[in-house]
């Protein structure tokens, strides 16, 4: 059975921290990242009837951000070094053997993050990520111009990374005694 809409943007947003990591890594421009990272979210709601269950998608999620990293890194500079393929491949497995503990602890994270958005940053997610829209197409539905939507979304990636990574200091207990 196929995964739906609704477990792919949940599932992208539990493995955004991740992700992001793993593809700056191979592309080393974290706005590059980004933009592959949202290609990422587009090619999975796209392909989610190809994708049988959850952790089909995740391995899928994983498989994708490094094929569009190394595409993107390619294209940005051909001069620029990639690493060896054993090296993205001891990450992957690293990445693989840890997974599912560490998703359910940050898919929590980031749903208390999602909760705490304002009306407008949460509309700009849901266009973004559950309709797929991007570009002008994501700045007319926003009501504003794409520069205004890019940087509002930036913001957000931004103040939900922070969030989630406050969230999960709390869920470790590594958070000191002041808060």
């Known amino acids: 059975m196929a ?10 947003w539990r493995q955004r921290i991740r992700l992001l990591a793993y593809i700056e890594v191979i592309v080393r421009d974290r706005d590059l990242a980004e933009d592959v990272f949202q290609e990422i979210g587009v090619a999975a709601l796209t392909k989610r009837d190809q994708i049988n269950d959850r952790e089909h998608l995740v391995r899928w999620l994983g498989q994708a951000a490094r094929y569009h990293g190394l595409t993107a890194a390619r294209n940005r500079s051909r001069h620029h070094r990639l690493f060896d393929s054993r090296v993205l491949d001891h990450i992957e497995a690293m990445w693989q053997r840890d997974e599912p503990a560490a998703a359910d602890v940050s898919g929590a994270a980031l749903e208390t993050c999602l909760g705490q958005l304002t009306g407008y940053n949460r509309k700009l997610i849901e266009l ?3 309709q797929g829209l991007t570009g002008s197409a994501l700045a007319e539905a926003a009501g504003r111009s794409k520069n205004t939507v890019y940087v509002a979304l ?14 999960l200091r709390r869920a470790d207990g590594s958070e000191g005694a002041s808060r």
Not at 3 to 12: D, I, K
Request: hydrophobic share 40%; net charge positive.
């Open 3 to 12: 995964v739906n809409e609704e477990l792919v943007v949940r599932e992208l």
């Open 128 to 130: 973004r990520y559950r």
């Open 154 to 167: 930036a913001r957000v990636h931004k103040a939900l990374a922070e969030c989630v990574t406050r969230e």
